[in-house]
């Protein structure tokens, strides 16, 4: 009993899901561009840029309408002769670094570039100190 | 316990302050998870550039000139597919009683499904402008309906709302408008 409740639960909660829009996917959204390099461009750029509604994947990945969307107008601009880093740099102007998973160097980030460097020179002047000399 | 190279009571007790700590993240993470909103990084910018046509018969379409100009306005972020954006159109309708010119921006809509949708809950809005490809929420950084912007009379978005505009936020929203004047 309690768990046919849950199932029914489970099912009212997916029907917003099922009654999301009804309109044909926007162009290019499940549709490659005709130039394959252009389309390669298009693909390398979309791995990297984030779809916002589910958010672990990329837009290349995901089946949501906002990611499909967002897929056209990434074709659409590369159909255009827009440079790929100019059609990130305009979703980055609208969300923020999130939107990208390609990490830039910012006064926020660059330690994360900064620490292996820091950490490989620290275990060099670790070992020399610990076998330095030895053989010379 | 005599023995000469005795490990200082420090460090023997740093792995395990190093794992309660790991598991004090965790839990921090499990109880209080991240919001997973995606604010707009168009605040204080200039809404771009958009001229979408009339989404229903009885209101005209949106364009970013007619957002320019008089007092500021809330753009609205909207679909009749989405159903929070149901519950939000009681507030919306307040806000255009209390003297706010609300715009809407329907996305990935029908004209039918939308007029039974405004037929149903209102329509409290001034224009409403029709995008099938959601295009105008990549330029103002929308991630999601319904959200709605505070623009003011130079065209600048000053405020970004994400989700529903509850009753109790409806003041909260008039404040903004009010500070969207200066």
Known sequence: ?136 | MSAPAKPSRWALWLPVALFAGFIALVAVGLWRPASRDVHSAMIGKDLPRFDLPAAVPERPGLAQGDMLGGKPRLLNIFASWCIPCAAEAQQLEQLRQLGVEVDGVAIRDKQDDLAVFLARNGNPYTRIGADPVSKIQFDIGSSGVPESFVVDARGVIRYQHIGVIAPDQVQMILARLKEAEQ
């Not at chain 1, 639960?9 to 044909?24: F, I, N, R, T, Y």
């Not at chain 1, 275990?123 to 000399?133: D, E, P, S």
């Open chain 1, 1 to 136: 009993m309690r768990r046919a409740a849950f199932a029914l639960l489970l099912a009212a909660a997916a029907l917003p899901v099922a009654a999301q829009d009804k309109l044909p996917p926007a162009p290019y959204a499940y549709t490659q561009l005709e130039d394959p390099a252009q389309e390669a461009r298009a693909k390398a750029l979309m791995e990297t840029l984030r779809c916002l509604q589910c958010q672990g994947q990329s837009i290349a990945d995901s089946d949501a309408p906002i990611a499909g969307d967002m897929r056209s107008q990434v074709r659409l601009k590369i159909k255009a002769g827009d440079d790929p880093e100019a059609i990130r740099a305009w979703l980055v102007q609208s969300y923020g670094d999130y939107v990208s998973y390609a990490p830039r160097l910012t006064d926020a980030t660059w330690p994360l570039f900064a620490a292996p460097l820091i950490l490989l020179g620290l275990a060099i002047v670790l070992l020399r100190r610990r076998f330095g000399g030895k053989g010379a």
